[in-house]
């Protein structure tokens, strides 16, 4: 169990060396995070009538620590370091290069206070967590100020560094050193291998495989857990049926079509390869309740990969599997996901789409390149015909946040009879992606002169959900070659980056289009219906066959003249045939409801 004990959001260990850590560092004006995040972002002193937040004693991490040994569980503390410690250097401003409290979340590296702090702190850790690794962090760090303050400098120059990702990699290889003394190793972020990996370090990837596997190909290793597959705290089902959640898309065939140790690897690298592990960030999860739900039943998935070779893995046996797990936790207390009744991917996702700009040659404008980081495959990855599902995660979304927005033409390679030109982009303010400000569709029969299709101004409004939105053209037949398409960004603070999944150029009517692909949506959903009907009377029949044989027992029972008889059983079973003849009937009024429909498309 690894708790990531520190963070800007509040400090939540004692340190008795360090008071103000938890009568200051630990509380903030805010209860809900989000509310806290997107205000000024202050800290209170314990016992304030605005403080919201608390922390662990040391008293109360032994008796964590206690109870998992019983379990054979091992729990690995993180003290964040360099960055991430907005809450340290407002309490103890000495400890930034700026040395003033709300500036910084970096530590400063060429400050010798700093590193006494961070032994100290480590110490009192290493006495509560007898766990062989420390985690150190190391992830995020801006590193901005490192570059003009003359204490970091100076430490540059007298270590011979070259560069600000080496001074952090001095920080970490110190801590190292420190650790090993103590007997200890360390593990952290895979940031730590920028400026170059401290000895026996272990690395935590999680930005993706690829840190995890560097490591490893250099003799270090790895604990695997690539965002994509292992952070629980992504919505996993469709965002308007879940819980608000960071974003992201994660279902449960997701977390099990994950293979940590690549069909290259040696034995002796797989070796290497230490485990895996999911991450559960609770920004947005305010109760115990909430997390058993974002936990299981994706946590048997992982599981299951973790301790299977992936020649055994079989995803259609785990799903009746987990099913039934699923069934087993909720009669325990546990509060899961609903497994049995999951939506699955944003329509249209899960085929292709067949236009008339798939596969043709498409050229970005000087200064409206896509981002390296979110390329979705590249130049031609708007022309696909792939479309993206609920998160820009999934690889399928491209990213922009260039100076121009998106600006693109499509060359259609011959002059063509069109009728529309659509794109979908997405909505999840969080971590800072918006709608268009303004759309423009133009098109253009040499390359050389374009004629304005359709200018859309849209509001972006902040909010808290995930939301998609068709921007584009459609209208009488228009003959034309090149498709340019343009996005612009909304005013500051509503103007993060831009993500589209497709452009999509038809030369029949979209009304009809839409038509088709809500016939087919809806025969999916009717056939998934129909599924979870069959599935519910199955249930409903052993129901009552066990209410049948209870009732005739009690009666039995009673005839038997036995006075104390204890009818809770059949009390519950009752309950459980009643809300399972709601649910049945409830599910076919939606079935019949949506039959209509269908027939009516």
């Known amino acids: 169990l690894h708790l990531h004990l520190t963070d800007a959001a509040g400090w939540r260990i004692e340190i008795k060396k360090y008071p103000r850590l938890t009568n200051f560092a630990a509380w903030r004006t805010h209860d809900n995070w989000k509310d806290w995040w997107n205000g000024e972002r202050k800290y209170v002193n314990e016992g304030d009538e605005n403080a919201h937040g608390g922390y662990f004693t040391q008293d109360q991490c032994r008796e964590i620590v206690e109870y998992a040994q019983k379990h054979y569980i091992t729990v690995i503390p993180e003290i964040e370091m360099p960055s991430h410690s907005e809450e340290v250097t407002t309490a103890y401003p000495e400890l930034s290069c700026t040395h003033v409290p709300y500036k910084q979340a970096d530590f400063c590296v060429g400050n010798e206070k700093t590193f006494e702090f ?12 007898p766990s062989e690794y420390i985690h150190v962090g190391g992830d995020e760090a801006s590193k901005q100020s490192w570059k003009t303050c003359p204490l970091c400098q100076a430490r540059m120059k007298k270590e011979g560094l070259k560069d600000v990702d080496e001074l952090q990699s001095y920080l970490i290889e110190r801590m190292e ?3 090993n003394k103590h007997g200890r190793n360390l593990l952290g972020w895979d940031e730590i291998l920028e400026g170059g990996l401290a000895p026996n370090a272990t690395v935590m990837s999680w930005r993706g495989t690829e840190g995890g596997l560097k490591a490893i190909e250099g003799g270090h290793r ?3 857990s690539p965002g994509e597959f292992c952070y629980f705290d992504s919505y996993q089902d469709a965002p308007h049926t879940q819980p608000e959640a960071i974003g992201g898309y994660l279902p449960l065939s997701k977390v099990y079509s994950y293979n940590p140790i690549p069909e290259s690897f040696t034995p002796e690298q797989a070796k290497l390869m230490y485990g895996v592990q999911a991450n559960l960030w609770a920004e947005y999860i305010p109760t115990k309740e909430h997390m058993e739900y974002m936990i299981y039943p994706r946590i ?7 301790w299977s070779a992936d020649a055994n893995k079989n995803y259609e046996d785990f799903y009746g599997r987990a099913l039934k797990a699923v069934e087993e936790l ?16 944003r329509p249209g996702a899960d085929k292709p789409v067949e236009h008339l700009a798939v596969g043709k040659k498409v050229v970005y404008a000087d200064s409206a390149k896509y981002y390296p980081g979110y390329t979705a495959g590249g130049d031609d990855a708007l022309v696909n015909g792939i479309r993206g599902g609920w998160t820009y995660g999934d690889k399928l979304w491209q990213g ?8 693109l033409t499509i060359d259609l390679e011959q002059v063509t009879e069109i009728r529309s030109v659509n794109a979908d982009f997405m909505q999840i303010c969080g971590p800072g992606v918006f709608m268009p400000a303004q759309v423009i569709v133009s098109v253009s029969e040499d390359g050389e002169t374009f004629t304005e299709l359709a200018k859309i101004d849209h509001e972006v409004v902040k909010d808290d959900e995930v939301t998609f939105k068709t921007f584009g053209w459609e209208g009488e037949p228009t003959k034309a070659r090149y498709v340019r398409y343009q996005a612009k960004y909304g005013p500051k603070g509503l103007n993060g980056f831009l993500f589209v999944d497709e452009i999509v150029i038809k030369n029949f009517e979209s009304k009809l289009i839409r038509l088709m692909e809500a016939h087919t949506a809806l025969a999916h959903e009717n056939m998934q219906l129909r599924e979870r009907l069959a ?7 052993e129901a009552r066959e066990q209410y049948a044989i209870l009732q005739k027992s009690y009666s039995d029972l009673k005839l038997a003249k036995i006075i104390s008889v ?3 059983e059949i009390g519950n079973t009752q309950k459980k045939l009643s809300k399972l003849v709601r649910e049945v009937d409830k599910c076919i009024a939606l079935l019949n409801a949506s039959e209509q429909m269908e027939d009516t498309l």
Not at 300 to 306: H, P, S, V
């Open 118 to 129: 961070l032994e100290n702190v480590l110490l009192e850790v290493m006495e509560i967590f």
């Open 177 to 179: 050193k420190f650790l």
């Open 222 to 224: 790895a604990i695997m």
């Open 300 to 306: 048997l998935a992982l599981a299951e990969i973790a």
């Open 330 to 345: 909720r009669a325990k207390g546990y509060h899961t996901f609903d497994l049995k009744n999951e939506v699955g991917n």
């Open 400 to 407: 922009f946040i260039d100076k121009k927005g998106v600006d």
């Open 535 to 541: 599935h519910q009377s199955v249930e409903l029949d």
């Open 566 to 568: 204890d009818n809770t």
